[in-house]
Each structure stands twice: as structure tokens, then as C-alpha cells.
């Protein structure tokens, strides 16, 4: 990431430039007489508005979630803030609605009660919308909780700050018992605040690792926001359905905003006869922004809906299979791998697979005969 990007993506230019192009609509509806040019101008900028605030909510919707825990711990027991999540919501709605009314009211001859009262609600709710997400995600943390890594199951608590975590078996280590499981969980509960809770479908999944081992499927892993390389699912890796769609999104968004300024800069140097004062500079500084702008994010719009196809999946535990739908196959159940031009074979000691020719799969079968030790037989066409 370059200087400029870093810049860019540090949150206080980020809200700033978003509350800055709110008010922009809001004073260009008093400064301009003519309603067309209000009108199309104060669409780009609205445009912007939208695409700068959907990327600067990325970090409000982070401080929205449950806070993480010390030493890569992810937490997924932790102490709920549901009127704080309330409140963050309706701050950013407010400033959304009141920093444009703010706008047009100083811009105009609006009176004085007015101008307060608005600005009032617009301030009001940037403070809102900004501060208490960070503050009440720290004040959670502070809490401590229960959480989750590699290593195992433990604690997170200034009380406990020497607590070993609970390691989760092996697939080859004898399972506990559904009573161990219980009196962990219940040990567990009991060095925490009264007042933390489990997260949605976390305290299931914990028990279901404490008995079979930390193999996260992908449901568990997009649910408890759990790091994605902890789960042998190749799709874990794979942006979500949500997140390939608000890419899509922004990148139209971003299409229309390079039309609508093409279309103001070309009809203000063409169609009104700028150009013939002498101004052809200026089309040909900002003139390529346009015919740049829309092809290139047109073409990021498709990109962002194109699913990634995972047939198959290699972790430290063995083979991941998808296509066939048979999940995990431990190591010990490998017994070759073969490619040919027609795609991949992978031999079993209950039977065989086959994939189709993906340059994915061509790749998780060199990775597991290169880190799982499994016997490889490659064709040169493949090589």
C-alpha cells in the first residue's frame, strides 16, 4: 500500500472527506441558483458521499463486533453491549440525515434556532457514531472473556492473567467423555465476569472441538469471525457472499460517480461553448478521468462477483474434500496422488476421487505431496 492509500485509508481523513462532501450538498442547495446544475452536481457528490462512507464503515462495523483477545486469542465469550451497538447505529443515522440540513441551513438565510438545533444533531451524532463504538468495545475487553486459538481453549482475564489454556485433543487422542467436556465449560464459566455470555453458537462449537479437535467448519468460522486459516475448508478463504456483493457495489458506485462527472465536465466545455474561450486545458487535465474511470471500474464490478471454484483443500491434518462432499480425509487415509491432463486423481485406501483439470487443485496436490509425504505421480503436460 502506497503513502497516499495509507493516508487515504486512515479513518479521520476518511471521515473527514465524508462529512465534508455531506456538507458540500447541503451548501451547494443555497449557492447555486440554477436547480439543474444543483441538481447533477450535488449527484456526484452525493455519489461520493456513499462510496467514502461504505469504505470508512468498514471500521465501525469492526468496532461493532466483539473485542479480540491478548496473544491472537479470538474471543468468543465476552461481555454483550447491545445499547451501545443501539446508540452507534442511530448516531451514524443522524449524521447522515442532520449534516446536510446543517449544510443548507448556514448556507442560507435560515434562523438562528434552526441553524443551532441542526448543527446540534449533527454533532451530536459524529460523536456518537465515532467514539462509542472504539470506547465500548474497549470497555468489554477490559471484561475479559473466553477465548479460542490453535493452542487451545482458555480465559481472558486480568484476575487469571496466568491461566494455561485448555488444549483441544488431537484426531488421534482418545476423546473426552460429554461429563469432562461439561466440567471444562463449567470451569471456564466460572473465572469470568457474571455478566459475559457466549457468543451465538460459540459455546456448541467449543465443545465439539474439546471432543473431536480445533477443526472448524465453515459455517463456525464465519459465525465466531475466527481466523480462516484455522479451518482445513478452503472456502473459509473465499470472501463471503455479503462481501463480494459490497465490492460489486462500491465499484458501480464508483463507475457512475467517473459518468456523472464526465457527463458535467464534457457538457460544461462542449455543449455550453467553453471551449471556445480557450479553456482546453482543462479537458485535457480531467477529460481522461471519465473514459479511465468507468471501463476500469466496470470491470472491478464483474471481478468482485466472480466466485473462486474450490474443489479440494490441503491442511497439516490431511486432505479437504468439496466437490464430493466427504470433508476432511485424514493423512494416514492418503495413499497416492495422480495428474494427468484430464485432472486429478486421489487414491484412498476406501476408494478413489476425481477432479476436473483445476489450476486450484493442480496446486493442493502439490502441496500435499510436498508437506503431507504423499506419493505423487505428475504428467509433464501438468509439470
Not at 465476569?193 to 479437535?213: C, K, L, Q, S, Y
Request: glycine fraction near 8%; proline fraction near 8%; hydrophobic fraction near 45%.
Amino acid at each position: 500500500m502506497s503513502a497516499n492509500e495509507r493516508f487515504y485509508n486512515w479513518p479521520p481523513v476518511k471521515g473527514t472527506l465524508s462529512v465534508a462532501l455531506l456538507l458540500g450538498m447541503g451548501w451547494l442547495a443555497r449557492g447555486i441558483d440554477d436547480l439543474a446544475m444543483i441538481l447533477a452536481i450535488e449527484a456526484v457528490i452525493l455519489l461520493a458521499a456513499v462510496y467514502v462512507w461504505s469504505t470508512t464503515l468498514s471500521g465501525f462495523l469492526r468496532d461493532l463486533r466483539p473485542p479480540d483477545g491478548p496473544d491472537g486469542l479470538l474471543t468468543v465469550a465476552s461481555r454483550p453491549r447491545p445499547l451501545a451497538v443501539a446508540l452507534s447505529w442511530a448516531g451514524l443515522v443522524l449524521t447522515a440525515v442532520a449534516t446536510p440540513i446543517a449544510g443548507a441551513a448556514f448556507a442560507g438565510p435560515a434562523p438562528a434556532p434552526l441553524r443551532a438545533v441542526v448543527l446540534a444533531a449533527a454533532l451530536a451524532g459524529l460523536i456518537v457514531a465515532t467514539a462509542l463504538p472504539s470506547r465500548s468495545r474497549r470497555r468489554s475487553a477490559r471484561a475479559g472473556g473466553i477465548g479460542v486459538s490453535t493452542r487451545g481453549v482458555r480465559v481472558i482475564s486480568t484476575e487469571h492473567p496466568d491461566e494455561e489454556p485448555e488444549p483441544f485433543p488431537e484426531l488421534s487422542a482418545r476423546r473426552p467423555e460429554p461429563d469432562e467436556i461439561r466440567e471444562s465449560l463449567g470451569r471456564l464459566e466460572a473465572l469470568v465476569a457474571p455478566d459475559v455470555r457466549w457468543h451465538p453458537g460459540a459455546r456448541e462449537a467449543v465443545a465439539r472441538w474439546m471432543t473431536e479437535g480445533f477443526l472448524p467448519t465453515l459455517v463456525e468460522t464465519r459465525a465466531l469471525h475466527l481466523d480462516a486459516a484455522w479451518s482445513p475448508d478452503p472456502r473459509t478463504r473465499e470472501p463471503t457472499r455479503a462481501v463480494r456483493w459490497g465490492r460489486f457495489v462500491r465499484s458501480l458506485w464508483m463507475a457512475l460517480i467517473m459518468a456523472f462527472f464526465g457527463v458535467l465536465l464534457f457538457g460544461a466545455l462542449v455543449m455550453e461553448g467553453t471551449l471556445r474561450d480557450g479553456n482546453w486545458f482543462v479537458l485535457l487535465a480531467f477529460g481522461w478521468i471519465p473514459v479511465v474511470g468507468v471501463p476500469l471500474f466496470v470491470v472491478q464490478a464483474i471481478r468482485a462477483v466472480r466466485r473462486e471454484r474450490h474443489d479440494a483443500g490441503v491442511s497439516r491434518h490431511g486432505w479437504f474434500d468439496v466437490l464430493h462432499d466427504r470433508g476432511l480425509i485424514p493423512v494416514d487415509q492418503l495413499v497416492a496422488l495422480r495428474t494427468d491432463e484430464d485432472g486429478i486423481e486421489v487414491q484412498l485406501r476406501t476408494g478413489t476421487l476425481r477432479y476436473p483439470p483445476l489450476e486450484d487443485t493442480y496446486s493442493c496436490s502439490r502441496r500435499a505431496a510436498r508437506d503431507l509425504e504423499v506419493p505423487y505421480e505428475m504428467n509433464r503436460r501438468n509439470s
